[in-house]
């Protein structure tokens, strides 16, 4: 499966922003998804991941209560609203798929797309 990201840009503090992650090559219902993202100079980091079903999203705590993760089964897309934008929320975003649940770990997952960078101004 490919995965493509987008929706990145750039943000005020305070802001909102929704990326998407649109697949092809195979129908994401086989998948459970998460999004991940990497500031400069810092390791790559778990932001929320969501089951093949769209049940049980898991949030990583830095995020949990300002992004929200879904997924639509029939468009083979998931999506990542963001809302009260932090400048620390900087990075670049990736979507991925995986088979084998570990959703917080990232070699758990499979596929992954290219990245899509978002810029947060204070």
């Known amino acids: 499966v490919q995965l493509q990201a987008f929706g990145g840009g750039l943000v005020q503090a305070g802001g909102y922003l929704r990326l998407s992650c649109a697949a092809s090559?195979?129908?994401?219902?086989?998948?459970?998804m998460g999004w991940f993202r990497q500031a400069p100079g810092k390791e790559r980091e778990f932001v929320a991941a969501?089951?093949?079903?769209?049940?049980?999203?898991i949030y990583a705590a830095s995020v949990k209560g300002r992004f929200t993760i879904a997924r639509d089964n029939a468009k083979n897309a998931v999506y990542l609203q963001m809302v009260s934008l932090k400048p620390e929320d900087t990075a670049v975003y990736y979507c991925?798929?995986?088979?084998?649940?570990?959703?917080?770990?990232?070699?758990?997952?499979?596929?992954w797309g290219q990245g899509t960078k978002l810029t947060v101004s204070s």
């Open positions: 991925a798929a995986g088979v084998t649940y570990i959703p917080t770990v990232s070699n758990a997952y499979t596929y």
């Open positions: 090559g195979s129908t994401l219902s086989r998948y459970f």
């Open positions: 969501i089951s093949w079903n769209g049940g049980n999203p």
